[in-house]
């Protein structure tokens, strides 16, 4: 198990979802880093939304989860379908700007602002786990 400040996630459902969703390993970790995020905890929004779990799914996605027969219960306590769906959630990001830099922004806020602010955060954690790690 790969621990995670402050979360502790099993790097083996974080490599599973990266392979999945094609996206790396390390950025989902860098995603984890600065959500900070708990199993189990929800985060209430100013505009009335909830972020949940590990990788603060916000809200926003439980109806197309739900879709999907994901439920909010396994987001919020199962940290293996947390960071799948955050990887989904990511990739589609990053597919549909075709932009990493953007897509990766886009998992925070499509905001221009808040976008550019939430990637140079989670560039930040990349490029110290890239050190540690490569």
């Known amino acids: 198990m790969i621990i995670l400040h402050p979360v502790d996630i099993p790097l083996s459902c974080i490599n599973e979802a990266a392979i999945e969703y094609h996206i790396s390993a390390k950025l989902m970790i860098a995603i984890l880093q600065v959500e900070r995020g708990k199993v189990g905890q929800i985060v209430k929004n100013k505009n009335g939304s909830f972020d949940i779990g590990p990788a603060q799914i916000n809200?926003?996605?439980?109806?197309?989860?739900?879709?999907?027969?994901?439920?909010?219960?396994?987001?919020?306590?199962?940290?293996?379908?947390n960071v799948?769906?955050?990887?989904?959630?990511?990739?589609?990001?990053?597919?549909?700007?075709?932009?990493?830099?953007?897509?990766?922004?886009?998992?925070?806020?499509h905001t221009k602002q808040y976008n550019q602010s939430y990637f140079q955060q989670v560039r930040i954690h990349f490029t110290k786990l890239k050190r540690l790690l490569d």
């Open 59 to 81: 809200s926003s996605w439980l109806p197309q989860l739900k879709s999907r027969g994901i439920t909010q219960e396994q987001i919020q306590f199962d940290p293996c379908v």
């Open 84 to 109: 799948k769906v955050a990887a989904w959630i990511a990739a589609k990001a990053i597919a549909s700007e075709n932009n990493l830099l953007v897509g990766v922004g886009d998992y925070h806020s």
